[in-house]
């Protein structure tokens, strides 16, 4: 590509949906090495990424039911830091340097959290893939991703989904579903549109984080870097 990358610093929310390649469940290497791919590209194109990964793709914590709701979100949250150590994984097999920091502790296999440390991890050139989500119950990967984006001043979340754009109502269903180039944080939120949750909506409008919705490929995801306009953008 001969024009130069529209941002410097990104942080990419991978849901874990997206990560099972449309089964619903467990981790698609096909999917782990596309998306691998694309980030090599960005990266070696000088772009700085930070990574939040969820955890929907092995466990949530609002659908186990019975269960008391802290111990269900701390499963959800253990459960993306297999995400995070497969993505890392993944990475590091294409010579793409990467660090994994968890919101909760596990010192055996990741970094904690720590900002100044995952900012200059990023100012090297090194991948940062934030596990655990917040690290708190109640709280879910999407507002994980507004927080990280804010603190690590990113320019934009890149939401890579299983679907293409934000529709008023889900396109798979409904064929007569509108699709949205363009919404405002509060569009999102009165509306109920599924991009976000309304805790992590509100976060990237308190901070004017931008978002862009688009269909997880690897293609997608340096052209998004690119400024091509795709999906939908939240601002
Ligand atoms: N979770 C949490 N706190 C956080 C992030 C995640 O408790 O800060 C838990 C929550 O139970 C959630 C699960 O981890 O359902 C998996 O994350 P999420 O559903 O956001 O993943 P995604 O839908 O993006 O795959």
Request: proline share 3%; aromatic share 6%; hydrophobic share 40%.
């Amino acid at each position: 590509m001969t024009q130069e990358p529209m941002y410097k610093r990104v942080l990419l929310k991978i849901s874990g949906e997206a990560l099972s390649g449309g089964t619903g469940f467990g981790i698609n290497n096909d999917v782990l090495k596309d998306i691998s791919l694309g980030i090599k590209e960005l990266v070696e194109s000088g772009v700085e990424i930070a990574v939040v990964v969820g955890g929907g793709n092995f466990w949530r914590g609002r659908t186990s039911e019975g269960m008391d709701r802290t111990t269900a979100d701390y499963i959800g949250m253990l459960a993306t830091v297999m995400n995070a150590m497969a993505l890392q994984d993944s990475l590091e097999s294409l010579d793409v340097p990467t660090r994994v920091q968890t919101g909760i502790e596990m010192n055996k296999v990741a970094e904690p959290y720590i900002r100044r440390r995952a900012v200059r991890h990023l100012e090297k050139g090194r991948v940062v893939i934030f596990g655990a989500g917040t690290g708190n119950p109640y709280f879910s990967t999407d507002t994980a991703a507004a927080l990280r984006a804010a603190e690590m001043e990113a320019e934009v979340i890149l939401l890579a989904k299983n679907v293409d754009a934000v529709y008023d109502k889900d396109p798979k269903v409904h064929p007569d579903a509108k699709k949205f180039t363009h919404l405002t944080y509060m569009e999102v939120i009165n509306r109920e549109l599924k991009v976000m949750d309304s805790t992590a909506t509100s976060l990237c409008m308190d901070n004017n984080i931008v978002i862009k919705v688009f269909e997880l490929s690897t293609e997608n995801i340096i052209k998004v870097v690119y400024g091509e306009n795709m999906g939908t953008i939240v601002e």
